[in-house]
């Protein structure tokens, strides 16, 4: 009997494929052994994943939107008229909210489109197989990293082998039956899978790959999967390792702050980010932080005094803050269809400079030199010596409003608007119908 894989699963398939073969499948399904039969395939099976990662739901936007939303502490201000959204950032979530929901079924989806990908991996030419295996692990690690950042409790909130961490699924879903039902891991176990993919996809990922994952990006994210888990001297050693490649093949820091962001292609300073274009692409930063006088919608988000205040007069970070439409927005996501980065080179010196400071060490240059790297670029003087508090601060206003404010908030155990870092009500529901659908075997979250 014939195996029937879900269209939405290999979209990317049909959709620019002009094999005839593919052509002439009922338009609901693709067969399997045609989907994942030839290198051409599955490279193209490939390149549906990463248009599910960019989906809105995922990386497209809505990911960095929710940290944001969960950790603004009055630094910023929800004023759109999405439900939604703005039930995240009251920390007062429906276990309908449907961004919620669409964002664990976009992931689930990119994660089984990933799977789909390994599972065919024999069939890829020699000469390409390592980088195909390297790029789906590495964004099937990247997909579960962010659910369980945001889905679960957090790392720093201790139980790791107790608390409930995501449904880890490792093996393509290519039909509907309750063998689908599966239960969430742990915290821990969860991790480790995440350390796991992304330490082989390190390991088979060129070192320059355009604008798809290569050997940097995929040591970036372990640098960032470590600092969750306070293994700081893992956390140093794989930013030092992203930097020294990254830097090694052309990537260095823009020449000014401003021209990090609003880019039509891959600034030198991007070691990830998705490509976006008037013709493909989303940017929901761009859609809910920018106005209408430049194609955003009418400035959903706003940064407050309170944010305003932690610059210095001459920080060239706080020159690119603007005013539009009644209050002041963030500059990094003001012009439309632009590319959206998710790893910058500037976010590697500054997890270096930290680890190095809480270990006593010194791997690729001192904390104050690394940090003195982002001052110089924002106009401010060197420091002659660092404190953690003193570069947790510049982390703080380098990264601000990129979607790192709740992972941070979390593990430096502080609180936001009145919530704690470990409450129930910083972690988001488990979709409802996923716990309905699931008859039980997928646990809801505390609170909700």
Partial sequence: MKKYIPLFMFLAVTASSCDKKLDLLPQQSVAEEVALSSDANVKKVLNGCYDALSNTSLYGGHVLLYSELLAADGEILWEGTYNQPRDVYRKDILTTNSFVRDTWLTSYNTINIAN???????????????????????????????????????????????????????????GINESNNVARGTVEQVYTRILTDLTEAESLLPNTNGSYANKPAASAM????????????????????????????????????????????????YLFAMQVSAQDGANAMHEFWSIPEYGGRDGDVSIQAKHLALYSPTDARLALFYSGAGATRSGKWQQQFKVLPLIRLAELYLTRAEANFRAGTVIGATPVA???????????????????????????LELAHEGHAVADLKRLRKSADGFAYNANKMVLPIPQREVDASKGIIVQNEGY
């Fill in 116 to 174: 789909n990908v390994l599972s065919g991996i024999d069939v890829v030419a020699a000469a390409d197989k390592n980088r195909v295996k390297g790029e789906a692990l590495f964004m099937r690690a990247a997909v579960y990293f962010e659910l369980v950042k945001l889905y679960a409790k957090p790392y720093s909130a201790g139980s790791v082998t107790a608390n409930l961490g995501v449904p880890l699924i490792l093996t393509p879903t290519r």
């Fill in 222 to 269: 372990l640098s960032r999967v470590y600092l969750q888990m306070e293994r700081f001297t893992d956390a140093r050693d794989a930013a030092d390792r992203a930097i020294s490649v990254a830097t090694a093949n052309g990537k260095s820091l823009t020449s000014t702050y401003a021209a990090a962001f609003n880019n039509s292609s891959n600034a030198t300073e």
């Fill in 370 to 396: 690394d940090v003195n790297r982002i001052r110089n670029r924002a106009g401010l003087l060197p420091l002659i010596t660092v404190t953690l508090t003193d570069i947790l601060a510049e982390r703080k």
